[in-house]
């Protein structure tokens, strides 16, 4: 069995990672100049839903988590956004009120 210098075998596990990578990597790169408007703007979303799944880890879910998990924040980030709609106008009053 031969072995490699060390510049050869980072050369060879640098090649197979790259090889794997390409392989196992969803194809979302692919030149906007070939594309249309919709599958434009369809390859940014799913670029953007892989984001999102790799940024939170939902990637290595089940489905019926991922589910149970973005209803969660589906329902908190509403209620935030409700809650901000009805107190807002009641603070920017009082806080005219104590300004003037």
Same mark, same amino acid.
């Given at each position: 069995?031969?072995?490699?210098r060390?510049?050869? #075998?980072? %050369? &060879?596990?640098?090649?197979?990672?790259?090889?794997? $990578?390409?392989?196992? #990597?969803?194809? =979302?790169?692919?030149?906007?100049?070939?594309?249309?408007? $919709? &599958?434009?703007?369809?390859?940014?979303?799913? =670029?953007?839903?892989? %984001?999102?799944? =790799?940024?939170?880890?939902?990637?290595?879910?089940e489905p019926?988590?991922?589910?149970?998990?973005?209803?969660i924040?589906?329902?908190?980030?509403s209620?935030?956004? =409700?809650?901000?709609?009805?107190?807002?106008? &009641?603070?920017?009053?009082?806080?005219?009120?104590?300004?003037?």
């Amino acid at each position: 069995m031969t072995t490699l210098r060390p510049n050869h #075998r980072h %050369q &060879a596990i640098y090649f197979w990672a790259k090889t794997i $990578f390409a392989y196992f #990597r969803p194809n =979302l790169y692919i030149a906007a100049s070939h594309l249309t408007m $919709f &599958a434009t703007a369809k390859k940014y979303v799913s =670029l953007k839903v892989y %984001q999102y799944e =790799l940024t939170t880890s939902l990637y290595m879910l089940e489905p019926w988590e991922k589910t149970l998990f973005n209803s969660i924040i589906i329902v908190g980030v509403s209620l935030c956004a =409700l809650s901000a709609y009805h107190y807002t106008p &009641a603070l920017v009053s009082k806080v005219t009120e104590l300004v003037v």
